[in-house]
């Protein structure tokens, strides 16, 4: 019988049923699922948000059913809690196992496979097709956590090197700013660029839908997985849809996780036919602009010195919301 692991004890018992599996404990879940015969843990599987993780069957159980009732548990559990598009990241021989409950495969390095279940892909593209324009087109994936001149000027860049730019914004919202704010203030800080099109990025970009580390031992190694698997995404669905051939990024002196992504799309990119183009920072007064050096401006109260690193409705938003947004500092946020 399935039962959610709620206390200590279980959740021991789960670990050595990961450990023994090869698979490492991962202590981020919403909730834990295990199955039970006689008494003994014999199958655990888990759920973050929307993403699969942690699913291990005792070896002498993996040719019965058990794995099919952990995995349609674990999506009827994400369907209550209102996810109905699911994730897992898997090691590439388990894939199969899963295409065998619809899941369909999205992509896969040497060491991950990703499977989505629900909505898909396809249908976020398709989503998509009635912006579609045919010509030189580039591509910018941001956060805008807020939108800045920095943003403004790659985009301008990239604006004057092409016929169509697609400026994918992060719909995740772990970020200080939330999303729809974010992309309402990258389109008002755009709209004269009229080859310029604003859309999200679903869940198609490094964002919520990170990498589980219980199979990947090293956390640089993570990184370069997740990196390989939102280019490949990127490579092998968005360019080609989108007729994608110069994708633009801003240099990054400051941050690490940015600094290994530009230095993967530098590699990896010119392999699918799309030049990877980075841009000087722009700067006022000396200082590079920066989403971060904007946020630690507003919340230290140097409003004014706002002035020469937003447009107005990005100065006009932070200013006005300052209390909510000093608040929800209390909480980590993506950087970008």
Known sequence: ??????????????????????????????????????????????????????????????????????????????????YEHTFVFTKPEYSQSFQYLNFRPLTHTDRTAVLEYGYNIQDYLNKWKSIVRQGVNSGIVMNCNPFTFGHRYLIETAAAQSDNVYVFVVEEDSSLIPFRTRIELVKKGTEDLKNVHILSTGPYAVSRITFPSYFLKDADKVTQEQLLTDLSIFCGYIAPSFGIKKRFAGQEPVCRLTAMYNEAMRNTLPQHDINFIEIERKTAGGRIISAS????????????????????????????????????????????
Do not use: C
């Not at 401006?297 to 409003?303: A, H, N, P």
């Not at 209390?323 to 993506?334: E, H, R």
């Open 1 to 82: 019988m399935i039962s959610y692991l709620l206390t200590d004890s279980r959740i021991r018992e789960a670990r050595e049923l990961l450990i023994g599996s090869g698979l490492d404990f991962d202590p981020n879940f919403d909730i834990f699922l295990g199955y039970y015969e006689k008494g003994r843990l014999i199958a655990v599987g888990a759920r973050h948000k929307n993403v699969l993780k942690m699913v291990a069957v005792a070896p002498e159980h993996r040719d019965t059913g058990i794995f099919a009732e952990i995995i349609s548990a674990l999506v009827k559990d994400a369907y209550q809690a209102g």
């Open 293 to 336: 050096s904007v946020r630690e401006m507003l919340l230290s109260g140097e409003t004014e010195k706002l002035r020469a690193m937003v447009p107005d409705a990005t100065y006009k938003y932070l200013t006005e919301n300052t209390g909510v947004l000093a608040s929800k500092n209390a909480t980590p946020v993506l950087n970008s």
